[in-house]
């Protein structure tokens, strides 16, 4: 099987799966509990926290465990319920839905754009809007118009006394993460996007920021997550933070696999007719193991099915969307085409991808959309 499915989901890496062995002989105990398998569970909870407050510049008792990404996005969404949220329409449905669902009237405002976009990589400057908003937020009562994202549209306006989250989930592990040089009040992250296990993820919350706990219940993270610690998952979650750290993953990203990403999309140019790239592939443009290439007159999904035949495995859109027949909303908002949106693939690599697996792709790609394109009714 060739995997290219990565931003999905990633296999689980051998460390973490060995990790996660021992942590089930050895760390079972309820992690509260005051004995000591619950002390030695708890120490083994610690030690996540600090490796992951480290690699992103926070302080542990910053970090909340949580079940994964799409707690953490609805957990700060409800936080601000009856206040302003405002976000891209390129978010994940996690910050759409509950954006929709919890946003009001009242002030400050919640900011909430991902650095990096789960369906075309697309990363967003969030820098330069933290920045701005942190220089010009002396005046207090303007709107101030920071940024004009990739597609030309006014980005963020903050005002003073707003706050920052961004959805974290695809960038870690991919490109350098700072909470404090991105200048964030809240940010969210999941394991399984890094080689750990799905079920377990965090939250970056900076202290004194406001919090509401979604789960109640138990005084678990001092009282901002209810529910028994998943110590299991989340000692897979710190192998897998201490496999990418070992293997300096963001420069294996940025070179190795930028390399099979770009190959890919050249190789894809050059032989497939009416195909056309929705993913930039310059430097700092996007991230460097997402391609999104659309292929005109070809449905992504008939595309997907017949890869997945040969053994290629790929997504159209997102997971999440899968079974739904709307086109992807990012490359409806990115293209406003629901023909590109309707024929996208998104092929996602990770740290073990090989040049192989690109020759795969195109050993049966081509044949595919030709065969697709010529039973096709649009021209
Ligand atoms: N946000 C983004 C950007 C994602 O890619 C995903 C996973 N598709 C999620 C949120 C949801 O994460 P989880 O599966 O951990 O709930």
Same mark, same amino acid.
């Given at each position: 099987m060739v995997y290219l499915d990565y931003a999905a989901t990633t296999p689980i890496l051998p460390e973490v799966r060995e990790a996660m062995r021992l942590a089930e002989e050895r760390f079972f105990a309820n992690a509260s509990a005051l004995h000591t398998p619950g002390h030695l569970a708890m120490n083994e909870v610690e030690r996540c926290r600090e490796t992951l407050a480290e690699m992103i510049g926070?302080?542990?008792?910053?970090i909340i465990f949580t079940s994964g990404s799409t707690e953490g996005n609805n957990t700060i969404m409800r936080t601000f319920e009856g206040y302003m949220i405002e976000t891209s329409p390129l978010e994940h449905h996690s910050i759409l839905m509950a954006a929709a669902e919890y946003g009001g009237t009242k002030t400050p405002k919640l900011y909430s754009y991902m650095l990096a976009n789960n369906e075309t990589g697309d990363i967003i400057d969030l820098h330069k809007i933290t920045e701005v908003a942190q220089q010009q937020s002396a005046d207090e009562n303007s709107e101030i118009f920071l940024a004009k994202d990739d597609f030309g549209r006014d980005l963020v306006a903050v005002r003073k006394g707003g706050y920052i989250h961004s959805d974290l989930t695809q960038a870690l592990g991919k490109i350098p993460i700072n909470v404090n040089k991105l200048g964030l009040d809240y940010a969210t992250f999941s394991a399984h996007k890094i080689g750990g296990p799905v079920g377990v993820g965090a939250l970056y919350v900076r202290k004194g920021v406001p919090f509401r706990a979604l789960l109640l219940g138990g005084n678990q993270e001092q009282k901002r997550r209810g529910g028994t610690y998943n110590t299991v998952g989340i000692c897979g979650f710190r192998a897998a933070l201490e496999t990418i750290k070992k293997q300096n993953s963001t420069k294996i990203y940025n070179t190795k696999v930028r390399k099979l990403r770009d190959t890919l999309a050249q190789q894809i140019l050059a032989r497939i007719p009416g195909s056309s790239l929705n993913?930039?592939? +310059?430097?700092? $443009?996007?991230?460097?193991n997402i391609l999104n290439v659309s292929f005109r007159a070809a449905e992504g999904e008939s595309i997907q099915l017949y890869l997945d035949a040969e053994g290629v495995i790929v997504s159209t859109g997102s997971a999440c969307a899968? +079974?739904?027949? $709307?086109?992807?909303h990012v490359l409806m908002a990115k293209t406003g085409d629901a023909e590109v949106a309707h024929s996208s693939i998104r092929f996602s690599f990770g740290?073990?991808?090989?040049m192989d697996d690109v020759k795969a792709v195109m050993k049966v790609l081509p044949g595919i959309v030709e065969r697709l394109q010529k039973i096709s009714t649009i021209s």
């Amino acid at each position: 099987m060739v995997y290219l499915d990565y931003a999905a989901t990633t296999p689980i890496l051998p460390e973490v799966r060995e990790a996660m062995r021992l942590a089930e002989e050895r760390f079972f105990a309820n992690a509260s509990a005051l004995h000591t398998p619950g002390h030695l569970a708890m120490n083994e909870v610690e030690r996540c926290r600090e490796t992951l407050a480290e690699m992103i510049g926070a302080e542990p008792s910053e970090i909340i465990f949580t079940s994964g990404s799409t707690e953490g996005n609805n957990t700060i969404m409800r936080t601000f319920e009856g206040y302003m949220i405002e976000t891209s329409p390129l978010e994940h449905h996690s910050i759409l839905m509950a954006a929709a669902e919890y946003g009001g009237t009242k002030t400050p405002k919640l900011y909430s754009y991902m650095l990096a976009n789960n369906e075309t990589g697309d990363i967003i400057d969030l820098h330069k809007i933290t920045e701005v908003a942190q220089q010009q937020s002396a005046d207090e009562n303007s709107e101030i118009f920071l940024a004009k994202d990739d597609f030309g549209r006014d980005l963020v306006a903050v005002r003073k006394g707003g706050y920052i989250h961004s959805d974290l989930t695809q960038a870690l592990g991919k490109i350098p993460i700072n909470v404090n040089k991105l200048g964030l009040d809240y940010a969210t992250f999941s394991a399984h996007k890094i080689g750990g296990p799905v079920g377990v993820g965090a939250l970056y919350v900076r202290k004194g920021v406001p919090f509401r706990a979604l789960l109640l219940g138990g005084n678990q993270e001092q009282k901002r997550r209810g529910g028994t610690y998943n110590t299991v998952g989340i000692c897979g979650f710190r192998a897998a933070l201490e496999t990418i750290k070992k293997q300096n993953s963001t420069k294996i990203y940025n070179t190795k696999v930028r390399k099979l990403r770009d190959t890919l999309a050249q190789q894809i140019l050059a032989r497939i007719p009416g195909s056309s790239l929705n993913t930039d592939l +310059g430097k700092g $443009k996007a991230l460097p193991n997402i391609l999104n290439v659309s292929f005109r007159a070809a449905e992504g999904e008939s595309i997907q099915l017949y890869l997945d035949a040969e053994g290629v495995i790929v997504s159209t859109g997102s997971a999440c969307a899968a +079974g739904d027949t $709307k086109p992807s909303h990012v490359l409806m908002a990115k293209t406003g085409d629901a023909e590109v949106a309707h024929s996208s693939i998104r092929f996602s690599f990770g740290l073990d991808s090989t040049m192989d697996d690109v020759k795969a792709v195109m050993k049966v790609l081509p044949g595919i959309v030709e065969r697709l394109q010529k039973i096709s009714t649009i021209s």
